[in-house]
């Protein structure tokens, strides 16, 4: 089905988020990926992989609690859906089974 599929940073930002749990917000996700990968995350490429995740229905937002850190404004969350965890539970089978089928390369 069209617009279905995981990009490759979409995946990695449905796994941040299902890793974060209650704590998963752009900056936090941005940060652990940053961390995980060694990559330099834009928050804008995590707010529009975050838009359109949710869209799809794999992850959800609501808004977490007043802190004093951002001056009372509140946060918001995202955590990940049952459909979210089931595509990424299929595209972990997918590169599983790939990597199964990979020849022995001698270089």
């Given at each position: 089905m069209k617009g279905t599929h995981l990009g490759e940073f979409e995946e990695l930002v449905?796994?941040?988020?299902?890793?974060?749990?209650?704590?998963?917000?752009?900056?936090?996700?941005?940060?652990?990926?940053?961390e995980q990968t060694g990559r330099s995350i834009t928050l804008s490429t995590v707010h529009t992989a975050l838009y359109r995740l949710e869209k799809k229905g794999y992850l959800e937002s609501y808004m977490g609690g007043t802190t004093g850190?951002?001056?009372?404004?509140?946060?918001?969350?995202?955590?990940?859906?049952?459909?979210?965890?089931?595509?990424?539970?299929?595209?972990?089978?997918?590169?599983?089974?790939?990597?199964k089928m990979m020849p022995d390369y001698k270089f």
């Open positions: 449905l796994l941040t988020c299902a890793l974060l749990i209650n704590s998963a917000y752009s900056v936090t996700i941005g940060a652990e990926i940053e850190e951002r001056g009372g404004r509140r946060k918001r969350l995202y955590r990940i859906t049952a459909s979210g965890f089931e595509v990424l539970s299929q595209a972990k089978e997918m590169r599983n089974r790939m990597w």
